[in-house]
C-alpha cells in the first residue's frame, strides 16, 4: 500500500566541496556520517555537530575546521543558532547540511530565509528514514514515523503516509485513510527505517 511514483520525494547527492565559495558551513547532524569530499577537500570549512550527551568522552570521526568542530546537544540546539548565524554572513557562502530528512529540510527554510540561493545550499541524507508527518486536517506534525499508517497525536486520524514530500513543511503528507469508509483501516506495514 506504499504510494508509489511521487516526483516531490527529495533525491540527494554526496556532499561536494563547492571552490566559488569564499566561506564554508558544514552541518552534522549524525555524527557517524562520513563527508569524506569535504574532508579531503583543501578548504577552510567551519564545522557544526550534533554530540549526544552518551557520546561525551568518545573520540569522533573527524572533522574539518579550523580549532576543531562546534558541538551542539542536539538538532534542535543547532538549528535554533543557525539563523543568527546566517544573519551575519555576506555573499559567498557555501552551506553543507547531512542528517535525517526534516533536520535538511528545516536547514534548508532557514538558509532560504536568510537569502541564499539553492545552488549555495547542499542536503545529504543521513541515518534514519523514519519520517516527519505533516497531518492535513489539523496541522500536527507526527515524528519518528516507520509505517505506511499512524494515528495521528493531534486529531487521533488513521494518517496514509504518502510519498508526497513538502520542502515548505519539511514533512511527508499524512491523509485521512478510513475518510470514505469510517473505521475500516488496513494494517500499517512497517515501510521506513
Known sequence: MIDQGIKSRPQYEPLRPDPAGKRHLLLVAEPTERPDALLAAELDV????VVPRDAEGVAGIPLPGQGG???FRSPRQMLDCLAPRLAQERMGLRLYATGREDFLWEIDGIARRAGMGKGEI???HA????RRIFCVHCRTYNEGVTTTIVRCGGCGAHLFVRDHFSRRL????????DAETPGDVPPAEQAYR
Open 69 to 71: 568542530p562546534r558541538r
Open 122 to 124: 547542499q542536503l545529504a
Open 170 to 177: 519539511s514533512a511527508f503528507m499524512g491523509v485521512k485513510v
Open 127 to 130: 541515518g534514519s528514514h523514519a
Open 46 to 49: 567551519e564545522t557544526w555537530i
